[in-house]
């Protein structure tokens, strides 16, 4: 059996979908239907189709889509961005891209996401933007936060880069905010190896998104992305093409070809971790000194990590999940203005409880590309965990 073939036959593989049939489509220079209909203008359509949006916009990466969201939402020099204390450090680089301020909002300590008491505590009348952060696939508390947005007219921008097909009653996360930022990084839910989209409903938003990924061509609308689809008078000399200032952000045909193939199995993808999911619950509800991520009623997990607290000593118990033949684990992301980066830059808001919780969290991996993989190694971890303390069993 061809490697392609043995690929395509393995129904736990990541990528044994439509991505080799599709880059190859790309490839073939004479396929003119593919030039009248671009794999990248097909992600989109189909993205703001399962995603429930007006509009889908690609870019390459998640952090040029969390950039073009605050160009969209006015964000100027001297303007504050709020974002959680825990977190990934680029929702605080796009901030400062923009010369503005960085605040941090303080956590809850079980869900491990924004706190919407404390995000109301943070917000001035130079607040001109939230990032809420969806961490670990983990669905943010998001009523209570779009109420207090609302109550002060501040754009929320999701940032959905770790949470594919969440829920929050019923309601598909990245549809709460006013913009929605995912990431097709290589080990989220859906992967191009690199590749990021923002969906929003509003067509001045996804204009000026638009024209800021696509260095600012005039012709650039919320909804196109056809840049093939040029008009005639582009090829006269005195054609002016630029009317805003923009970066190129645009997403490739290849990475566009490959997202289109695994938004087709987006779900089986998700419901592969949720099922691995379910094996670390069986876990860790026999320990008392392990707390799994609190996941609110309602809401529907995605976990892009499966994340724990974890009361004992963590090196003690990485070195041995190593020495037994386990998988390693992570650690939680350092509060971003804990990184030495962020010495050189202003920023505010303390979280002392983001600072509790992370030296204590444990990120478990639950993209396995097989179940029985899976199994082998939350065995190992089991039988270690088991031996540094009681079982609750």
Known sequence: MSEINRIKNDTQGKYNGNETEYILQVLDSENLDRKKDPFVNRLEQKYAEVFQTKYAIAHNSCT????????????????????????????????????????????DPNTFNMNPDDLERKITDKTKAIQVVHMHGNPADMIPIMKIAKKYDIPVIEDCAQCVLGYVDGKLVGTFGDMACWSFETKKHLSTGEGGMVTTNNKEYGTIIRKTGGLGYKTLEAGQSLRQLLPSDFQNPNYKRHDTLGWNYRMNELSAAVGLAQLERAEFLVNRRQKIAKMYDEVFEKYNFTTPQKVLDGHINTYWTYTIKYEKDWFELYDKVKEAGGDGFYGGLSVPYQEPIMSSYEYRGKCLTAEKTQPKMMQFKANYRNLNEAEKNIKILDKVLKQTGECNE
């Open 64 to 107: 040029s889509a969390l950039h073009t969201c605050l160009v969209a939402a006015g964000v100027k020099p001297g303007d504050e961005v709020i974002s959680p204390g825990h977190t990934v450090i680029m929702n605080s680089f796009v901030t400062l891209y923009m010369n503005a301020i960085p605040v941090y909002v303080d956590i």
